[in-house]
């Protein structure tokens, strides 16, 4: 009983000891940037341990930054810096998954607690505002052919778990992890989110946008079907 009792005070001590205002600087903020500005230089975008959380109530969908937290898995199938994580194999560069660590789990409590700290973060709602998106949807083709033959979009993304590109985040999971207009800002214009990101800006136009935000969420149906 009293061995119970004691248990169940210190896990309620921790969770609100996290929950606490400064608990993101504490235990993030050494590879995250949480307060901006956002990489400014090759030099401080090289240097980056993790993505920028600087605007992300603008990025990412709540309920995935909960769920995630208490079970991550790989996102950028060779690390943040792409280059620090490949070796050259026989035939390509490989990456060196020795080099890859797997990303610290968070409770529920505290998931749900940081995740609603990060969604307070929301710089570029104005760049936000602009995108709209009108439901609809797309063949699977008609997206790939896009994504792949037209734009180029595949030397840098995954589109299936062991299919694309591996420099960039993979986009299967895109539209479970990030709010639809962030997907179509970004297209739009990532220097304007993220200066120094290798990802060119291509001078999108709006049909390929919305093509674009509407192929993300086919592909995310598809893989939670798989799994
Ligand atoms: C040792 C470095 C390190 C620490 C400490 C760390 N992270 Fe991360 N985090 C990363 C890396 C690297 C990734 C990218 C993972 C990937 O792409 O596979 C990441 C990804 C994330 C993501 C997903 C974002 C995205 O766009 O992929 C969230 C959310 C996140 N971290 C939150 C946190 C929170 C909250 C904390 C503090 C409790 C934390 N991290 C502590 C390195 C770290
Ligand atoms: C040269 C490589 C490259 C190409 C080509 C490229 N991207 Fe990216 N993309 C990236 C990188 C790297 C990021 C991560 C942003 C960052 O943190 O710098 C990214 C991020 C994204 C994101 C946000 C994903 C996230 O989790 O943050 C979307 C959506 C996206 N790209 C879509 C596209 C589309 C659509 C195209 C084709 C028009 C494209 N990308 C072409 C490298 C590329």
Known sequence: MMH??????VLAFSATAFAA?????????????????VAQT???????????????????????IVSWLQKP?????????YGDHIK???KSD?????????HKALSTADATAVAAELMQLKPHSDLLAKEKIEPGTITKQDGEMNFDKFWGCMACHLIEPEYGGLSGPELYTAAKRLQPE????????PQAWEPKTWMPNKGASDGFIVKMVRYFDVL????????
């Open 182 to 189: 962030f997907i179509a800002s970004f297209i739009r214009n």
């Open 220 to 227: 995310s149906k598809e893989s939670a079907n798989a799994q």
């Open 4 to 9: 119970k009792f004691i248990l169940a005070s």
């Open 42 to 64: 090759l030099k401080q975008a090289f240097a980056k341990k993790g993505p920028d959380l600087s605007y992300a109530g603008n990025k990412y969908r709540q309920d995935w």
């Open 88 to 90: 050259h194999g026989a």
């Open 21 to 37: 205002e400064g608990s993101l600087q504490k235990e993030c903020a050494s590879c995250h940037n949480i307060s901006g500005p």
């Open 94 to 102: 490989e990456i060196d998954p020795s080099t890859l660590a797997n």
């Open 73 to 81: 898995t790989r996102i950028r199938p060779a690390g943040m810096v």
